[in-house]
C-alpha cells in the first residue's frame, strides 16, 4: 500500500495515462500537492477472469481506467468525486461576477471543475485482483492505514 501514499504520482493534466491499464480493478488516491484528499477503488464486483483481455479482442475499458477517466472530465453528473472538488474548492472560490456567469450559463462548473482537477490534482494507484481487494483496501485508507492519515474529502 505504500505506493498509494509515496509511489510515482500522476498528474490530472497528463491524462490519459498509459500508465494505468484499460481493464483493472484498483485503488488509487488523490493529492493536492502533498495534501492527501481523496481514496477510492474501482472494479466493485469484478472478478479477475473479467479483467483479462486477449489480444484478439478489443473489449472497452473497464474498472480503474473509467473511474480516473471520469474524475479527468470534471463532470459532477455520477463522479461523487468532481462534485467534491466543486463544492468544496471551487464554490467557496467563486467571484460575484463567475456566479452571475453560471447563473446566465456562460459558465459552466463542469468545465471549472476539470480545470481545478488538471491544474491541482495528482494520483496514485494500486492494482488489485478482483473488486473485493480494492474495496477492502480502500475502506482500510479511509480510516486511516496510511501515515498521511485520513483523506480530506471522504473519511470513515
Known amino acids: 500500500m505504500d505506493v498509494l501514499q509515496s509511489g510515482p504520482a500522476f498528474k490530472f493534466s497528463d491524462w490519459p495515462s498509459d500508465q494505468v491499464p484499460r481493464r483493472a480493478a484498483g485503488v488509487y488516491t488523490v493529492w493536492r500537492r502533498d495534501e492527501f484528499i481523496y481514496v477510492g ?3 466493485r464486483g469484478a472478478q479477475p477472469e473479467d479483467l483479462v483481455t486477449h489480444p484478439e479482442q478489443t473489449k472497452k475499458a473497464l474498472g480503474l ?3 480516473l ?9 455520477g463522479d ?10 471551487i464554490i467557496p472560490a467563486l467571484t460575484p461576477e463567475q456566479q452571475a456567469n453560471i447563473g446566465q450559463g456562460h459558465l459552466s462548473l463542469d468545465q471549472i471543475t476539470k480545470s481545478y482537477v488538471r491544474e491541482h490534482l495528482s494520483y496514485r494507484f494500486l492494482i488489485c485482483q478482483d473488486g473485493a481487494q480494492a474495496l477492502a483496501i480502500e475502506r482500510t485508507i479511509r480510516a486511516g ?3 498521511a492519515g485520513r483523506p480530506y474529502l ?3
Request: hydrophobic share 30%; glycine share 6%.
Open 80 to 89: 461523487q468525486f468532481n462534485v467534491y472538488i466543486c463544492d468544496r474548492f
Open 145 to 147: 492505514s496510511l501515515s
Open 65 to 67: 481506467w473509467t473511474r
Open 69 to 77: 477517466n471520469s474524475h479527468a472530465s470534471g463532470r459532477r453528473s
Open 41 to 43: 477503488m474501482s472494479g
Open 154 to 156: 471522504n473519511p470513515l
